[in-house]
């Protein structure tokens, strides 16, 4: 992993990560394809853009659970388009009067515009698969980018974590930058303790990138490593928690380093438990912490799903 990191850095050449890092934002078009649009902005983002590329608008609300689950794939696989689609993001609860024109009466909605008309779109969270081939019948194949990021996820999955780092590097080497080849680098790194240099790639990421849902994950994950280093012995939190339930920073550390071994369904139960014995605590602190958790997992992991239901039902209910 150490060497693999060590390349990228430009090991060799005088290169350090801070200027790649510098080098590298100039190149980035990823954070000017994915774009949040107001009504009085729509005509801008949308309809004069449309007559350059195609433009997908992503009609989503915050309370909107499928959108939830839609956005991160959606924008991945337009990203891998490389700029030949645009993605526009309109929140219908801030903005109802363009969504009310096109008849939108359903989210996640999604419809694509060209020259400056709707052509194309779709209702709910489709597959992955799906949402590729409707992104190509308008921007035409993908480059492998996304293929690649596939393959590594693949390779990670089943404990290939060099082969893994192999290819974010390559990814990285090409389009310096990419949120999500750095993000994959990331982890890696953090799984391996390596948090300095988790930190160090993580800067080398590219203009606008600070908002991509997988820089997001990977930021999380670090600061959550970071916790479980220095909240003490796993066996004396469970002593503290036997001998007095009520003792919520023992609870809230035991969560930290639950999560920390990948025990995530247990991380989330210790944090619920926290907010329906005391709301309150800590300023609202083990909701706050749940959240960095759902931040680190992705919306889409079963365990972010589960437990944001379960909350949902404690604070709603």
């Known amino acids: 992993m150490a060497g693999i990191f060590g390349r990228w850095r430009g090991q060799g050449s005088g290169q350090g990560a801070g200027e790649a890092a510098n080098e590298a934002k100039p190149q980035d078009a990823a954070g000017t394809v994915v774009r949040d649009a107001t009504t009085a902005s729509f005509g801008a983002e949308v309809i004069t853009d449309s007559a350059r590329q195609p433009v997908l608008v992503d009609f989503w609300a915050p309370w909107c659970e499928p959108c939830k689950q839609l956005a991160p794939f959606l924008e991945k696989i337009v990203k891998a388009a490389g700029g030949r689609v645009k993605l526009v993001r309109m929140n219908i609860d801030d903005h109802p009067e363009i969504p009310g024109r096109l008849g939108v009466r359903s989210i996640p909605a999604v419809i694509a515009f060209q020259r400056g008309q709707p052509v194309d779109g779709f209702m709910g969270a489709l597959p992955e698969r799906d949402l590729k081939g409707f992104v190509e019948r308008l921007a035409g194949p993908l480059d ?164 944001r239901r379960k909350l949902s039902a404690l604070l709603f209910s």
């Open 144 to 307: 492998d980018v996304a293929d690649r990021l596939a393959k590594a996820d693949d390779l990670l999955a089943a404990g290939n974590a060099g082969g893994a780092a192999e290819l974010y590097a390559a990814i990285m080497a090409e389009n310096p930058g990419d949120p999500a080849a750095v993000a994959g680098l990331a982890k890696l790194l953090i799984a391996a303790g390596e948090l300095e240099s988790a930190r160090t790639v993580l800067a080398s990421i590219a203009a606008n990138g600070e908002r991509d849902n997988a820089i997001i994950a990977a930021r999380a994950a670090l600061d959550l490593a970071g916790q479980a280093a220095v909240v003490g012995d796993a066996s004396e939190l469970m002593r503290k928690i036997a001998a007095k339930p009520a003792d919520h920073q023992a609870r809230f550390d035991f969560a930290i380093l639950l999560n920390a071994q990948n025990r995530r369904e247990e991380a989330a139960a210790e944090l619920i438990e926290i907010i329906n014995r005391d709301r309150a605590w800590n300023d609202d602190g083990a909701r706050k912490q749940l959240l960095q958790f759902f931040d680190a997992w992705g919306a889409v992991d079963p365990a972010t799903i589960r437990a």
